[in-house]
């Protein structure tokens, strides 16, 4: 019997759709079904991160950051603003027109690669074989195809004694959705997703008060940026609790009364708004796991091999909901390294090397691992630290907060990871994945020539600073 398909892909956040374009351009026959749909009730592409997620929460991060600068730091640079106010709904409006130029972007990507945008729900009947149900009918149909992408992505995880009441209480995408200002705001969860939030609506105007049940911050980052991060957080106004272990998070009158634990004891507050941020679960549910004979985890993630491949001949699983950090840039490499290896080609992911990036003003970013693994694992290094405070970019535009560290293995020099707080982080932590990626030495990069004045110079200066000769910093090199 002929196939509808040379592949189906269920899921058109960034896992799913980077596989079904890539897969289009090798010359495969590509459908790819989605049932997201947005405010209005109408299909839009990009999952999770395009719509409700990454882009809009970088989109109001930008805003606020403007609105703050002007209202603190502007003057010392002799701009002077008199009458300054917000316009929330101005703000929201402009997300939402940059969430619809992407995600229309994308489905201008999908007709130009001849792939069929199938709107509705999708789900594993098997080796081959999917449901396909589309929004506008109640029965669903069979589609075949030799191949299948899983690519559901992840929703918000719940927290029992916090339930969301979609108002008052809110997930992460209604964190996103305020109309006005909070003047109190609770963020529960001190994470990526909880610090970009709070950051957000504390630049325009909140009392943020975020409550992290770990008694340490951030503890899968370096810890000596970490305490550097908490400290910048801290001074910026965002009140951050940790060891607070939320018992109940219940609508009182017209606030939310917020009742935890910490090393104090029971401690109660009163909100106008609170945000649940305890992180992400994979979107698997609805995916007819058991029916099909799909194994899944204990966590619900989709069990894979190294390159994607689940316990299903032909059937393959990306992004969210398998093992990893659910971040879109590694569910997108994902993507991409599945498409080849159906069509044929060898193509790896090295998920050694994915890097992490947290939005704040200073921006935290890393790739490899901290100097706490290196010791557990008994790997010796040296590290090269350099300040931002001591970069001639960074002192003329102002951002002088935070590090450079690099981290190099004290035997061969080999570059082993890269941990960055301070601006533009986001952007200088892609020097030191490539350089990483390409196994070169702490002397390569001091070999390289960097332009001036520049804040990659720092990252410069760190590779210097590993062999002790930093030309900007009188820092001497720890060696593990």
């Known amino acids: 019997m002929e196939k509808d398909y040379d592949l189906i892909v269920v899921g058109a956040g960034p896992a799913g759709y980077v596989a079904a374009l890539r897969a289009a351009q090798l010359g495969l026959k590509v459908g790819c079904i989605d049932n997201w749909l947005d405010a209005d009730g109408k299909p839009s592409l990009g999952g999770t991160c395009l719509n409700v997620g990454c882009i809009p929460s970088k989109a109001l991060l930008d805003t606020s950051h403007h609105y703050d600068s002007l209202l603190r730091e502007y003057a010392d640079h ?6 300054l106010r917000i316009d929330v709904e101005t703000m929201q409006t402009r997300k939402r027109s940059v969430v619809g130029t992407l995600t229309q972007g994308i489905a201008t990507l999908f007709k130009a690669a001849d ?8 789900q594993l009947l098997g080796s081959g074989r999917v449901g396909f149900a589309a929004h506008d009918r109640k029965t669903p149909r069979e589609l075949s195809a030799d191949n299948i992408i899983l690519a559901p992505g992840s929703l918000p995880s719940a927290l029992d004694a916090a339930a969301l009441d ?8 209604g964190g996103l959705e305020f109309s006005e200002v909070p003047k109190r705001l609770a963020v529960i969860g001190a994470g990526a997703i909880g610090l970009e939030l709070g950051s957000v609506w504390r630049r325009l105007g909140a009392e943020v008060t975020l409550l992290e049940a770990q008694p340490e911050f951030l503890p899968i ?3 000596s940026l970490a305490r550097m991060a908490f400290k910048s957080y801290t001074a910026q106004g965002l009140q951050i609790r940790l060891g607070a272990r939320i018992k109940s998070a219940k609508l009182s009158g017209k606030s939310v009364r917020v009742v935890y634990e910490d090393a104090n004891g029971e401690q109660q507050e009163r909100y106008d708004r609170v945000i649940v941020a305890v992180g992400r679960r994979p979107n698997t549910v609805g995916l007819n796991a058991e029916g099909s004979g799909l194994l899944l985890d204990e966590r619900g993630c989709i069990h894979v091999d190294d390159h994607c491949r689940t316990n299903l001949p032909g059937v393959w699983a990306i992004g969210d909901a398998v093992r990893g950090p659910m971040l879109a840039h590694k569910g997108e490499e994902e993507g991409v390294m599945v498409a080849e290896r159906i069509a044929g080609l060898h193509s790896s992911v090295d998920h050694n090397l994915i890097p992490a990036v ?3 003003h200073p921006e935290f970013a890393w790739v490899g691992p901290t100097e706490q693994r290196l010791k557990q694992a008994g790997i010796p290094y040296r590290s090269g630290r350099f300040p931002l405070a001591a970069n001639g970019r960074a002192r003329a535009q102002g951002d002088t907060e935070g590090e450079i560290k690099l981290l ?4 061969t020099d080999r570059l082993l990871a890269a941990h960055m707080f301070g601006a533009n982080a986001s952007d200088l932590i892609a020097q030191a994945v490539i350089a990483i990626s390409l196994q070169a030495s702490a002397e390569d990069l001091a070999r390289t020539v960097f332009a001036h004045p520049t ?3 720092a990252v410069h200066e760190a590779a210097l600073a590993v062999d002790g000769r930093a030309l900007h910093s009188a820092a001497r090199p720890k060696r593990g």
């Not at 002799?78 to 009458?83: E, Q, R, T």
């Open 358 to 360: 947290i939005y704040t």
């Open 455 to 457: 804040l990659s110079e």
């Open 78 to 83: 002799g701009v002077l603003v008199d009458g």
């Open 166 to 173: 979609g108002d008052y209480v809110v997930d992460s995408t």
């Open 221 to 223: 980052a370096d810890q």
């Open 115 to 122: 792939i069929d945008w199938l709107k509705g729900h999708g």
């Open 408 to 411: 190099a293995h004290a035997e």
